[in-house]
């Protein structure tokens, strides 16, 4: 098979391309390894979808080997399938796009020249962005109008330039506790924003609206509202997608990419072949991918003369932390207003996305306000013991169930920073294990950089502070160096000089004339926010580059 592009992944990074090059005209092959769910398979069958592998392949077949490196260089070594620690996000068709919560928010100019700004961090691998915000501005903005991002403008000191004055979909229901949220703030001398969340809050885009079940983060969208690559970008585009298709090599000669290995879960062996090959594989398995891939010409992996291939892996820093409402302290209009099913809360702050702490300059971070997951197990775990820790059975434990369900929320937070690059934290391959095709499975080695955790805090304790004045109790919070498996990127970074970056500044490898990396693979530093946005925004990017380049080739 000879097409005009072959793109490996299916999620944020890889759904652009399809789209945009299929409705250009171009024949499109898109290779993914799970499954094409409708939105008539999705449910909120709790068991199924977070207490089972049900998007994600079992470890026991496909594993990974993890290094945890500690700050005086010794470090604890974890295999996947025996620990359960699991760096899987989804496999199926829009890959982990469909378990997003949808929190849309973009970087910051700053962000593209953390280094110029902030200069240099001791263990940091700090690096300025090839391209500034003003480039990916305009892809951003597409974003917003064809995945379909829900929210409204608020003027605060760290909005970032818009192109366009607002968000094209209103903002989604919220809860009334909210009004006491954004009043707290106003109190504290804070600016509340709206979060954006790439939900349909109408019926648009021939996608549904919304049914506020608020079974987001960690499920599929049965209504179509989420803004997942399937949804928004697969579904509408004729590209040929071929379903469980596990690519395990990139054939290359020393100048180009000329086919695509791949085994269906039965172990038959297909290959692809393309004029443009692009790998978006998600952060780790792409770096994975290039890694197996190597050959005569490139001995230490595909597109790795620079030997950066696998290096500077990023996660989001940052933490979690929650409080829970009194009722009784609520007037009875409050308390009615608490309990409404379904809305949203909906808040964010970005007062410290930039702060001095002491006279120095620090880079922030958001924190991001939501209510607690209706994971009804979860909710009802945390409650099966009494005030003296002894475990409650019989009519108390009934009771309590009941109070806590029915008169009491807890509003939870999320805190977002930078986890800075270090030579500590890389995905290599292990050649003893392999998974169950015979490849080499990947090595996560895990490090935070200690300033990660201080900023963390810092935004921790703001955040703490907002609890404290709306009343809740119960109020606690975690911030660690443990990174959330669903925010990944680096190992592939893009730069100017190939000697020091595997990309340039168009996400084309610099050692190949045809093979780009589309995922979160090409962040240098990640930014303050979750990635999904400017995943796809940067994909769209490459997606006009690529396009240019087959014209030429076709002229």
């Known amino acids: ?151 409204k403008i608020v003027q605060h000191k760290h909005l970032e330039p818009r192109s366009s004055a607002d968000f094209p979909y209103p903002e989604l229901q919220i809860n009334g506790a909210t009004k006491w949220f954004d009043l707290t703030c106003k109190d504290l001398g804070y600016e509340a924003i709206p979060t954006p969340r790439a939900i349909l809050s109408q019926n648009a885009l021939g996608r549904n609206a919304c049914y506020y079940s608020n079974f987001c983060g960690s499920y599929g969208c049965a209504s179509g509202a989420k803004g997942s690559g399937r949804a928004a970008l697969l579904q509408k585009c004729k590209a040929k997608i071929i379903t469980d298709a596990f690519v395990y090599r990139l054939q290359s000669n020393e100048k180009k ?87 949203f809360f909906n808040r964010s702050l970005q007062d410290w996305y930039e702060y001095k702490n002491e006279d120095k300059a620090y880079k922030g971070g958001t924190i991001d306000f939501l209510f607690e997951h209706q994971n009804i197990i979860s909710r009802v775990m945390r409650e099966v013991y009494d005030e003296n820790g002894k475990l409650l059975w019989g009519e108390k434990l009934k009771e309590k169930l009941h109070k806590r369900l029915t008169t009491s929320r807890v509003l939870t937070f999320e805190v977002f920073n930078d986890w800075l690059p270090t030579d500590k934290c890389f995905v290599g391959v292990d050649e003893k294990t392999k998974d169950k095709y015979g490849v080499p499975v990947g090595v996560i080695n895990l490090y935070g950089h200690p300033q990660d955790l201080e900023v963390g805090e810092y935004l921790a304790q ?31 970074r893009f730069g100017n000089d190939a000697k020091t970056s595997v990309l340039d500044k168009n996400c084309k490898a610099h050692d190949l004339e045809n093979l780009y990396v589309s995922d979160a693979s090409f962040m240098p530093t990640g930014g303050s926010i979750p990635y999904t946005w400017t995943i796809y925004a940067n994909s769209f990017r490459v997606a006009d580059v690529i396009k240019e380049q087959l014209k030429k080739e076709k002229s």
């Open 1 to 151: 098979m000879m097409v005009d592009v072959c793109i490996i992944g299916s999620g944020a990074g890889g759904s652009p391309i399809a789209y945009e090059l299929a409705n250009a005209g171009f024949s499109v092959v898109v290779l993914e390894k799970g499954e094409n769910f409708s939105e008539s398979d999705f449910n909120k069958d709790e068991i199924a979808v977070t207490r089972r592998d049900m998007f994600t392949p079992p470890l026991n077949e496909q594993k990974h080997i993890i290094n945890e490196y500690r700050a005086d260089g010794t470090f604890t070594r974890y295999d996947g399938e025996e620990s359960g620690w699991s760096f899987w996000n989804g496999s199926m068709v829009g890959g982990s796009s469909n378990l997003m919560s949808g929190y849309f928010h973009r970087l910051k100019p700053n962000d593209f020249q953390l280094k110029s700004v902030y200069g240099e961090i001791k263990g940091a691998n700090v690096v300025d962005w090839p391209i500034s915000y003003k480039d990916l501005e305009p892809y951003y903005d597409r974003v917003e109008k064809v995945v379909g991002v829900s929210g």
């Open 257 to 343: 990419v000329t086919r695509a290995y791949y085994y269906t879960k039965n172990g038959i062996r297909h290959s692809v072949q393309a004029k443009i090959f692009v790998v978006a594989a998600q952060a780790i398995e792409t770096s994975r991918l290039l890694l197996n891939s190597k050959n005569e010409h490139f001995p230490n992996g595909l597109a790795n003369s620079s030997g950066e291939v696998g290096k500077n892996l990023i996660f989001s820093a940052g933490g979690s932390g929650s409080g829970r409402f009194v009722f009784e302290k609520l007037t009875p209009q409050q308390q009615k207003e608490l309990m409404e099913v379904g809305a």
């Open 462 to 492: 703001k955040a703490v502070k907002v609890l404290e004045r709306l009343g809740c109790e119960e109020i606690d919070y975690s911030i660690s160096s443990a990174p959330p498996p669903n925010l990944v990127a680096g190992g592939c």
